[in-house]
T-cell receptor, first 111, second 115 residues
Framework: NAGVTQTPKFRVLKTGQSMTLLCAQDMNHEYMYWYRQDPGMGLRLIHYSVGEGTTAKGEVPDGYNVSRLKKQNFLLGLESAAPSQTSVYFC??????????FGSGTRLTVV | AQSVTQLDSHVSVSEGTPVLLRCNYSSSYSPSLFWYVQHPNKGLQLLLKYTSAATLVKGINGFEAEFKKSETSFHLTKPSAHMSDAAEYFCVVSDSSYNNNDMRFGAGTRLTVKP
């Protein structure tokens, strides 16, 4: 089925480790986004991309990096994980500026 | 900057009774407003959206919401709750009709449906 696929679905990291979350969409969408979801805070935008080769900071970008080398993929990197980055991470994509298709999320725990 | 407040963190209803999930927003412009639903361990799914057309917006699964500018509200309703409606619901506001990165999410309302 067409949609947004996130890998991995679950991960436990030790403080200071690095990792990359992968988001892939097969809908030929231009826009892609990374959000984090924390209890009682809704979703907050980390980084986003309006097209291949472009990225921009969102509301809470510190501690994260992203890359959009291919239109269908949007990678989120944590260079040195911290317990404050324990969260559920959602990727989303959209054809234009309004409306999202969300992935099913990645649950990350940093110990 | 725009913001949204969901007035109830948890709502509990009995199956077959009406659902009301409340959302107030703050915006400097004519906002776009959305309701998303999230079932356990799933991504968010768009229920409905308001983008300056009709103030009463109908969505999927029998949900609807009314944009009331004078009250800065966008409450979500459904006449009769079903067990499958149990989920987390997010109200979202955007100042821009052309830019997803301006969207702001509410903290969410968890809907419980009792048999």
């Amino acid at each position: 089925n067409a949609g947004v696929t996130q890998t991995p679905k679950f991960r436990v990291l030790k403080t200071g480790q690095s990792m990359t979350l992968l988001c892939a969409q097969d809908m030929n969408h231009e826009y892609m986004y990374w959000y984090r979801q924390d209890p009682g805070m809704g979703l907050r935008l980390i980084h986003y991309s309006v097209g291949e080769g472009t990225t921009a900071k969102g509301e809470v970008p510190d501690g994260y990096n992203v890359s959009r080398l291919k239109k269908q993929n949007f990678l989120l990197g944590l260079e040195s994980a911290a317990p404050s980055q324990t969260s559920v991470y959602f990727c989303a994509s959209s054809r234009g500026p309004i409306g999202y298709t969300f992935g099913s999320g990645t649950r990350l725990t940093v110990v | 900057a725009q913001s949204v407040t969901q007035l109830d963190s948890h709502v509990s209803v009995s199956e077959g009774t009406p659902v009301l999930l409340r959302c107030n927003y703050s915006s400097s412009y004519s906002p776009s407003l959305f309701w998303y639903v999230q079932h356990p361990n799933k991504g968010l799914q768009l229920l409905l959206k308001y983008t300056s057309a009709a103030t009463l917006v109908k969505g999927i699964n029998g949900f609807e919401a009314e944009f009331k500018k004078s009250e800065t509200s966008f409450h979500l309703t459904k006449p009769s709750a079903h067990m499958s409606d149990a989920a987390e619901y997010f109200c979202v506001v955007s100042d821009s009709s052309y830019n997803n990165n301006d969207m702001r999410f509410g903290a969410g309302t968890r809907l419980t449906v009792k048999p």
